[in-house]
């Protein structure tokens, strides 16, 4: 059975979802996709996940690395969890371009090209926003572009990563 959580971060509300495996869903509350890997029947409940979850987000949101993930059950095509293992190992801080992320999945297939505008839609349904970094893919020329969270938070995580919390417009607790 499916589980949802919910956690009050500086950016907004984010509901959670996970099952017994891990975490199956993370979205800033009304994002586009909200929901997405829902089923249609889900009860409001506490899984251990959570825990992990809550201690990742509130490491996170002090403005540091949280040095872990938290169990992931993510269900989505091959391609897509190819490119949302890349979009892991994004490290905390840094960005990649969504022409990055094709050319190593290009590499991966042993394929001379893949489309960036493919790797884009498989990053733009990513279900556990934030853990899995998909707000640290650029456009090729460093612009923000496409988050589901919306631009205006993806500019402020990435701040927030940078520790300028202070250009990022919102408070975080600081330890």
Known sequence: MTCIHHYTSPLGGITLAGDRQGLTGLWFDGQKYFGSTLPAEY????????????????????????????????????????????????????????????????????????????????VGHNPVSLIIPCHRVVGSNGSLTGYAGGIDKKGKLLLME??????????????
Do not use: C, H
């Not at 520790?163 to 990022?168: D, P, S």
């Open 162 to 175: 940078k520790g300028l919390a202070e250009k990022a417009d919102f408070a975080y607790p600081r330890s």
């Open 43 to 122: 009860n409001a409940g506490e899984l251990p996940v959570f825990a992990e979850a809550d201690r990742w987000l509130s490491i996170y949101f002090s403005g540091k690395d949280p040095g872990f993930t938290p169990p992931l059950s993510l269900k989505g095509t091959e391609f897509q969890k190819a490119v949302w293992a890349l979009l892991l190992a994004i490290p905390f801080g840094q960005t990649t371009t969504y022409k990055q992320i094709a050319q190593e999945i290009a590499r991966q297939k042993g394929r001379q090209t893949m489309s960036a505008q493919a790797v884009g839609g498989a």
